[in-house]
């Protein structure tokens, strides 16, 4: 950049004139004498507070040390912007830099607000070396140039914005919350020293299948429209997925009639990865029309006893998927099987109670999707914000 592109007042630094990387490495973790351990698991993505962490006790390998007010940049995989700022002393994953403002030149609020921008963030994508998982050298981020504005302009864009910073924030932290309140509850009602009676899920249940596997079902019989097949991309934790859309042809589908799934069925998942865990489980739109269940996506039909909503509470439970790891099968890839499922210890309450702990849990479900819905709206605003005051912003 030319000086005269840059604003009155502003000037080129080197990322190491603004930034120390303070690289202090813990050898032996549970000996660090520090109560918390972040890794990038315990980042959200976009977000500068830091919710989650483990303990030293959890990790081995050598990890870094960081204070109070530093910054944690997950430099493996920088396009997932992961940023977080300590609250607390502690100790972090080794594929993180640990990230200290110099005052001379940066405020150490404003440091991570504009590390957040795109600006910053796309070059760290640039720089990131490595196919299967790119990751951020120091020496080269040290010397990336980009142009900052005085300390007094620093500040005023810092004053712009926090408050779309906190306002998103405080969506975040109810979104959080939500999700808190509700393993804790499944936890209280499903945990196995519960003193509730257990009876198998296949006592419970009126039907149960498993899709068609093999020449049943192969590519040649998909079609553009028809009977829906519901496969494992439809199966979120409580939640239809309905973005993932294939079909076979009526005719076919009549043929696989011992397959139908029909609305207010129970789809469980019998495969699943770190992303998303085996044993999840849904239920089916009332209005899903004509449809089959593909493999590893097994329906179940609850009877009188069983209320569908308080069952798939159950399923994605801390203790319901524990039970689908436990019984799941395979040397390459475990998966669940049918069998093992209806085998499930179902924790047994009167259908009153049933539809009473469903209703409590489905209220923190819908007060979760709520704050999304002014969580994504306050994003777009507070994204604005911050694109807008660093337009004038720029790297070498």
């Known amino acids: 950049m030319a000086e005269k592109q840059l604003k009155p007042g502003w000037q080129i630094w080197r990322f190491d004139q603004m930034a120390t990387n303070v690289n202090v490495r813990v050898d032996n973790p549970s000996e660090s004498g520090m109560e918390h351990y972040v890794g990038l698991e315990h980042l959200d993505p976009d977000s500068l507070k830091i919710r989650r962490w483990g303990t030293p006790n959890d990790v081995e390998a050598t990890k870094l040390m960081f204070k109070k007010g530093d910054i944690i940049f997950g430099r493996r995989r920088a396009y997932q912007r992961k940023l977080g700022v300590a609250e607390f002393d502690g100790i972090c994953s080794a594929h993180a830099m640990v990230l200290r403002a110099k005052p001379d030149i940066v405020l150490p609020e404003f440091l991570p607000f504009f590390m957040q921008s795109d600006l910053f963030m796309n070059r760290a994508v640039e720089i990131s070396v490595g196919s299967l998982s790119p990751t951020i050298n120091w ?36 979104i959080f919350a ?59 934790p409580l939640e239809f997925n309905n973005a993932d859309s294939a079909f076979v042809p009526l005719e076919y589908f009549r043929e696989l009639h011992g397959y139908e799934v029909k609305g207010g069925d129970v789809i469980i998942a019998g495969l699943g990865d770190d992303r998303i865990p085996m044993g999840r489980a849904c239920i089916v739109p009332l209005e899903i029309g004509a449809a089959i269940n593909k493999a590893d996506c097994y329906c179940l039909r609850t009877s009188e006893k069983l209320s569908a909503r308080y069952l798939i509470h159950f399923l994605n439970s801390n203790e319901g998927l524990k039970q689908a790891r436990s019984m799941a099968q395979g040397t390459t890839r475990k998966r669940l099987n049918l069998s093992n499922i209806r085998r499930f210890g179902i924790p047994f309450r009167s259908l009153a109670e049933q539809d009473e702990i469903a209703e409590e849990l489905d209220s923190y479900l819908s007060a979760k999707k709520k704050a999304v819905a002014r969580l994504e709206s306050s994003l777009v605003v507070r994204d604005q914000m911050r694109e807008s005051a660093f337009a004038g912003v720029a790297h070498v």
């Open 178 to 236: 939500c999700e808190q309140l509700w393993k804790s509850r499944t936890t209280d009602l499903f945990a196995t020293g519960t003193r509730v009676e257990k009876v198998q899920l296949g006592d419970l249940v009126d039907y149960s299948s498993d899709g068609p596997f093999g020449s049943k079902l192969k590519t040649e019989h998909y079609s553009d429209q028809g009977a829906r097949v519901i496969r494992l991309n439809n199966i979120d």
């Open 139 to 174: 020496k080269t981020m040290a010397v990336q140039q980009f142009a900052l504005p005085p300390k007094v302009e620093q500040q005023r864009i810092l004053e712009g914005l926090k408050s779309s910073y906190d306002l998103v924030e405080s969506f975040q932290d109810l």
